[in-house]
């Protein structure tokens, strides 16, 4: 049974910085594509960050680039996204998800994720 689960979101000013970790279990995170999406009321799901489970390259939305990191720590099973530098842009719940990795569909659209954590809510106040 795959479980993702995310936590470290909270309530940060702007300016500051939180990290979020999503720990897997009933699947090998290195072997899969990971990805952070974020979702506000009434919106969709909408792309922040990936890392590549065949050869770790990672993709940004435009606007966390240079402010957010994701990586992985494959002795923990577990990814995380560092995001610095917060906006009150970024508050929204937060969902990390898996895909296989070999997929050629992309990596932006939460359509073409398999598995999703419970997400984790992050409020920037200004």
């Known amino acids: 049974q795959v479980q993702l689960v995310g936590s470290g979101g909270g309530l940060v000013q702007a300016g500051g910085s939180l990290r979020l970790s999503c720990a897997a279990s009933g699947l090998t995170a290195s072997s899969y594509t990971m990805g952070w999406f974020r979702q506000t009321p009434g919106k969709e799901r909408e792309f922040v960050a990936a890392?590549?489970?065949?050869?770790?390259?990672?993709y940004y939305e435009d606007s966390v680039k240079g402010r957010f990191t994701i990586s992985r720590d494959n002795a923990k099973n577990t990814v995380y996204l560092q995001m610095n530098s917060l906006q009150p842009g970024d508050t929204a719940v937060y969902y990390c998800?898996?895909?296989?990795?070999?997929?050629?569909?992309?990596?932006?659209?939460?359509?073409?994720?398999?598995?999703w954590g419970q997400g984790t809510q992050v409020t920037v106040s200004s």
């Open positions: 998800g898996a895909r296989g990795r070999y997929r050629s569909d992309s990596v932006y659209s939460a359509r073409t994720y398999t598995y």
């Open positions: 890392i590549s489970g065949i050869d770790s390259s990672t």
